[in-house]
Nanobody, 129 residues
Framework: QLQASGGGLVQAGGSVRLSCAVS????????IGWFRQAPGKEREGISA????????KYADSVKGGFTISSDNAKNTVYLQMNSLKPEDTAVYYC????????????????????????WGKGTQVTVSS
């Protein structure tokens, strides 16, 4: 089970940190991805972390502004979002996939390439101009 939290209303240029609390498994066995879906747009995979090896990845649209991290002791993954823009307004979701699914191709495909095994409910982030 995954629970995303931390969304809200923020002004452009501001920051938000999202959390994804994972239960029922551990981050040793799962890679966690963050996705977002803006109104009228397709869902976009924006970042992912595989604690097995400490590997991360980012979509070009968020690279340099967003940072993903994990606290394995708390079984929680974070997405720090800085310098937010109105176009970052979306519902943000975290999802999990078995680490064995992504390990061998981590450096090849974006997180959106993989069929995620579990999804959490989203958290709304609204960036005002």
């Amino acid at each position: 089970q995954l629970q995303a939290s931390g969304g809200g209303l923020v002004q452009a240029g501001g920051s938000v940190r999202l959390s994804c609390a994972v239960s029922g498994t551990t981050l040793d066995y799962t890679a966690i991805g963050w996705f977002r879906q803006a109104p009228g747009k397709e869902r976009e995979g924006i970042s992912a972390i595989s604690s097995s090896g400490g590997r991360t990845k980012y979509a070009d649209s968020v690279k340099g502004g967003f940072t993903i991290s994990s606290d394995n002791a708390k079984n929680t993954v974070y997405l720090q979002m800085n310098s937010l823009k109105p176009e970052d307004t979306a519902v943000y979701y975290c999802a999990a996939v078995l680490v064995d699914t992504v390990n061998s191709t981590w450096g090849i495909y974006p997180i959106g390439h993989y069929g995620m095994d579990y999804w959490g409910k989203g958290t709304q982030v609204t960036v005002s101009s």
